[in-house]
């Protein structure tokens, strides 16, 4: 079975959407100081069709990228899972608000025109397993931004596989369905893997389905090695959902990366 394929029709009900809220939270902190702050491109970003343009890279449920399209920004929510884009237009079209889903592999995606912010969260980008897979999305990301774009997303550091995912169990238990997450980590390879197994109500009965999700490790340097050979500038690293330097020991790393202001599209 792919992964999500049933886990995303209780995604947001199981409490994943609580990283959403919080990840809007630290956003307005944050965008702020990279110069979006309206529904217009502050002077040198660059103009795309007159207000902020935005894709929401691996966007799940849509829950970011629909708060991005309520700013009146033009919002492009792209995932590889069609189970979780259909819980995102879903969400979209109950709220009325817009934004242009498609799915797409995050190594490959194309947009209809650049943009200036680029967002990859909840350790999206881990699931990339060899450094070519993850130089591939970056230059995808480097060619889909206006120069002077902003590129944003999270990771999982070593730090948290060693911990959070080596050799533990986590359980949900909800009125209409359980779902049970068995973690893996081997510092060989830099590979974590999580087994969900969800029961999901039906009736009477519950259903079964299991799910294996795989993750990479991957050191800083490997990361802004990478983004300067796509063409983007690390420009700041933090301890997620704060303003601090990472240390060795911090467990999710927020990225800020920045596309050249020089230079033409590919």
Known sequence: MAIYETYAQVYDQSGQIQFSILMLDYLNKLLPSLGLTDARPSPGRGKAGGEVAVCDLCCGTGTVAIAFAARGWRVYGVDGLAAMLAEARRKAAEMGIRVEFSQQDMRQFALPK????????????????????????????????????????????????ATNWNNTTFVIDQADFSIIMRNTYDPQTNLAKCVVTVFQRQGELYAKSVEEHVERAYATKEVADTLAQAGLELTARYKCFTFEEPTEETRRIMYVARRSTAGKHD
């Open 114 to 161: 650049p943009v200036d912010l680029v967002t990859c969260f909840y350790d999206s980008v881990n699931y990339l397993l060899t450094v070519d897979d993850l130089q591939r999305c970056f230059q995808r990301v480097a060619a889909l931004l206006v120069p002077g774009g902003w590129f944003i997303f999270d990771m999982n550091s070593p730090a948290a596989f």
